[in-house]
């Protein structure tokens, strides 16, 4: 019986001690930092130049931290931590490339869309696939979580390889051991730009934009955002954020 | 109180049908639990290998001074896999070592685990074998029992009985271990709960389903070792 008491209180102990920790996240003071979840595996939209990370989605999130009058700080994580982190409050808003779908629409929302992307394959020179159609029975190499990942779920009889970096996709795919990867077209092409042997097939089989994700009912900063959005994108800062990372083709 | 629990419980088999239910994603936990066990047996047998062998190069050489290349040798794979993590050495294999050649990644882990796990097994036979009192060792040799008789027919029994604790325990540290398999795109069953995070973007259920089930399986590992270490302790009596 003795026994048995002892441990009611220890478990007793541990939820308060647990309570206590849960209390000590919602009395936070007023915010004055804006913290952004994101993956800065991805160039040209995030990666680290120095220790400091860059790219369109920090640039432009440094805007808008600017108009808000809050100070900007970046939180590096695995792509498929973003919208977690996100949702569960670990971060205010989720810039990664962020495409909009449906799923994610169901437990974070959205800002304005600033950025257009598409899907795109990535082979090896000369290699037999030449397009979406012919991705079936093969070995697919995608970063786990990707719109990437989840539209080549629907490749009959293809084997998919889910690396953590989009990178280490594209590094399996010069040592042959994926035959293809699928990826956004941006990233794809920094990508390749530092390979040799390696292609973009021209087919482009995905319509997407990006948005900044924020927590389900964070209407306040949601709205902050989209505002500081529309001001960036009709004086001009975001064209030049866009054309400071993407050269004209 | 019940509007509050009928809430609760919409929710939770909600999170329940997204995480597990919904477009088969179980499979992912299923299928994923299946590698983890593949590479941790296999991973143990070939580290129990590795480890033996150099545990008899290693002590044989502390014991008669023959065999100083090999133990040299030893020596320097000890180092080397003590001193770098295993995350390393897994995506070294991966990407360098079978750098040009298309190989199963299952395999690729067995490799790389087993070769990881193989040097703390080493120690930890060795540490065996030289807690066996140099007076059996003694007693085997002027018995007649030449210096591998003597060894296989005295020393390692006890040794083997003395370092089952430890050995089950490296079983346990293994099977953990294996969880970053996921980092060469490998899907065990960390990786499996990973992708239905991703999909699902629900912290809570996939994690801790991946933790309870690690957890179920050290214990009953656990068990299995104990009731191992006890029939093997009647000889004690």
């Known amino acids: ?249 | 109180m019940q509007a509050w629990v009928a809430e609760k419980w919409t929710w939770f088999s909600g999170q329940i049908y997204d995480n597990f239910i919904k477009d088969d994603r179980y499979l992912y936990i299923t299928n994923g639990l299946k590698a983890t066990l593949v590479i941790t047996f296999s991973a143990v047998i070939l580290g129990i290998v590795i480890g033996f062998l150099i545990a008899t190069i290693r002590s044989t050489y502390d014991k008669t001074g023959k065999l100083k290349f090999a133990n040299a040798i030893c020596s320097i794979y000890l180092t080397v896999i003590r001193g770098t993590p295993v995350v390393v050495q897994l995506l070294i294999i991966y990407f360098v070592i079978f750098g040009s050649v298309n190989i199963s990644k299952i395999i690729v882990a067995i490799i790389a685990f087993g070769i990881n796990s193989g040097a703390y097994v080493a120690e930890i036979f060795r540490s065996g074998i030289m807690s066996i009192d140099e007076g059996q060792f003694e007693a085997g040799r002027s018995l007649g029992f030449s210096y591998v008789q003597t060894m296989r027919y005295i020393v390692m029994p006890q040794a083997f009985k003395n370092v089952l604790p430890a050995l089950g325990n490296e079983f346990i540290v293994l099977l953990k271990e294996t969880s970053v398999a996921g980092y060469i795109a490998l899907q065990d069953l960390a990786k499996g709960g990973d992708i239905i995070r991703s999909r699902t973007f629900s912290a809570f259920f996939p994690l801790i389903t991946v933790a309870i089930i690690y957890l179920i399986m050290v214990i009953i590992f656990s068990r299995l070792v104990k009731l191992l270490e006890r029939r093997l302790r009647k000889s004690d009596r």
């Open chain 1, 1 to 249: 019986m003795k026994k048995i008491t002892r441990f009611t209180a220890a478990v007793l102990a541990i939820l308060m001690v647990l309570s206590l920790a849960a209390c000590g996240n919602g009395g936070k003071d007023e915010k004055t930092k804006l913290i952004m979840a994101t993956n800065a595996e991805f160039p040209p939209y995030e990666y680290y130049e120095g220790d400091e990370i860059v790219g369109i989605d920090a640039d432009i999130m440094k805007a808008v931290a600017e108009e808000l009058g809050m100070e900007l700080q970046i939180e590096d994580m695995a792509f498929d931590s973003v919208l977690v982190a996100v949702q569960g409050g670990k971060a205010d808003v989720g810039a990664a490339a962020l495409t909009v779908t449906e799923d994610r629409k169901k437990n974070v929302d959205f800002s304005d869309t600033y950025a257009q992307a598409t899907q795109v394959i990535i082979v090896k020179d000369g290699s037999e696939i030449t397009g979406f159609d012919s991705l079936a029975g093969k070995s697919i190499g995608v970063q786990l979580g990707t719109t990437g990942d989840i539209y080549v779920e629907d490749v009959e009889g293809a084997t998919i390889e889910r690396y953590n970096k989009g990178f280490e996709a594209v590094q399996a795919l010069t040592q042959g051991k994926i035959d293809a990867v699928v990826i956004d077209s941006e990233p794809a092409k920094a990508f390749i730009a530092e390979t040799q042997g390696l292609v973009i097939l021209d087919e482009a089989f995905t319509d997407e934009e990006y948005a900044l994700a924020v927590a389900k009912g964070n209407e306040e900063l949601l709205g902050k955002i989209n505002d500081a959005l529309k001001k960036l994108k009709d004086d001009g800062t975001l064209d030049e954020i866009v054309a400071k990372y993407i050269k004209a083709e």
